[in-house]
């Protein structure tokens, strides 16, 4: 059974920092490309951050320089640091494990990040 679950979520002040973690487990972790996704109140879902199975790394151009995208296959684990957080990130973040081009796309349930003023 495919699970990914994310913790660290919160309520932080803007410019602080925040760390997500998505643990998976039901598949081969290091063969899948990991990704965050965010989706703010009333906006769509968007894509924040991914990472390959090479470790290579992608950055939506409202994060770049503030986040990273990191990976344990060690420890079937996705992280996302936030760091210099604006009251415009808060979202619920879901963790994501794809393999698309093989027809795989798994999702976990998310995490609230709120960031006050």
Not at 35 to 49: D, H, I, S, T
Not at 100 to 110: K, L
């Amino acid at each position: 059974q495919v699970q990914l679950v994310e913790s660290g979520g919160g309520l932080v002040q803007a410019g602080g920092p925040l760390r997500l973690s998505c643990a998976a487990s039901g598949f081969i972790f290091s063969a899948y490309q990991l990704a965050w996704y965010r989706r703010a109140p009333g906006k769509q879902r968007e894509l924040v951050a991914e990472i390959t199975s090479g470790g290579s790394t992608n950055y939506a151009d409202f994060v770049k320089g503030r986040f990273t995208i990191s990976r344990d296959n060690a420890k079937n684990t996705v992280y996302l640091q936030m760091n210099g957080l604006k009251p415009e990130d808060t979202a619920v973040y879901y963790c994501n494990a794809n393999r698309r081009n093989f027809g795989f796309d798994y999702w976990g349930q998310g995490t609230q990040v709120t960031v006050s003023s």
